[in-house]
C-alpha cells in the first residue's frame, strides 16, 4: 500500500495536490479537515467537539481525530493507498497513526513536506475565504492556524526525518510544477 501524508501549513496546497496525486496514483483521500467538516454539518457529539476547537483556530485534541480516522480507514480497506491530508499534526497522531496502519499490516511511505513562505499561505487563504465562504479563512483566524502550526506541528519535520521518510518539496510555484515535485517524490518511494 502506498501511503502518504501530505504535509504543509494552511493555504500550502495540500488539497490541490493530493486531488492530482488521487487521479495519478488511484489514491483515497482521507482530509481530516473535510471529514470533520462533514461531522460539524451533520452536528454530530464529534462535530459539535470539533466546532468548538476549529472556530477558535484550535487543534481537534487527539482523541476526537483519531477516532474520526479510525473509522474512515476501516472504510478504505481494499484500497491502493491514501493520501492523509492534515493528518497527523502532532506527534502523538504520528504515533497512533503509525499504530493503526501497523495493525492493518501497511505503514507510511513517505511524508510529503510543502514549503510555501507566510506572506504567500496568509494571501492563498485570505483569497480561498472570498470565494468558498470558509469561516476560518480570516486574518485573525489564519495568524493563528499559522502560528499553531509553527509551534505545535512543525515538530513532526524531525519525526519523520527520523523514520527516513521525509521529503520536503517546494510548495510555490503552477499547480503543475509543484505536481511534478511530488510525482518525482512518489515515483522514488513506490
Known amino acids: 500500500m502506498l501511503n502518504i501524508v501530505v504535509f504543509g501549513a494552511p493555504g500550502s496546497g495540500k488539497g490541490t495536490q493530493s486531488e492530482l496525486m488521487i487521479k495519478k496514483f488511484g489514491l483515497d ?28 483556530g484550535e487543534l481537534v485534541p487527539d482523541e476526537v481525530i483519531i477516532k474520526v480516522l479510525a473509522n474512515v480507514l476501516d472504510a478504505k480497506k481494499n484500497s491502493k493507498g491514501v493520501i492523509f491530508d492534515g493528518f497527523p499534526r502532532t506527534i502523538p497522531q504520528a504515533k497512533a497513526l503509525k499504530t493503526m496502519l501497523n495493525e492493518r499490516g501497511t505503514d507510511i511511505s513517505v511524508m510529503l513536506d510543502l514549503k510555501v513562505d507566510d506572506e504567500e499561505l496568509i494571501d492563498r487563504l485570505l483569497k480561498r475565504g472570498q470565494t468558498s465562504g470558509r469561516s476560518d479563512d480570516n486574518l485573525e483566524t489564519i495568524k493563528s492556524r499559522l502560528d499553531v502550526y509553527h509551534n505545535y506541528t512543525s515538530p513532526l519535520i524531525d519525526h519523520y526525518k527520523a523514520e527516513g521518510k521525509h521529503k520536503e518539496k517546494k510548495g510555490m510555484g503552477t499547480i503543475e510544477e509543484i505536481f511534478a515535485r511530488i510525482e518525482k517524490a512518489i515515483e522514488e518511494v513506490k
Open 29 to 56: 483521500h482521507v482530509s481530516t479537515g473535510d471529514v470533520l467538516r462533514a461531522e460539524i454539518k451533520a452536528q454530530s457529539e464529534v462535530g459539535k467537539l470539533a466546532e468548538t476547537y476549529i472556530s477558535k
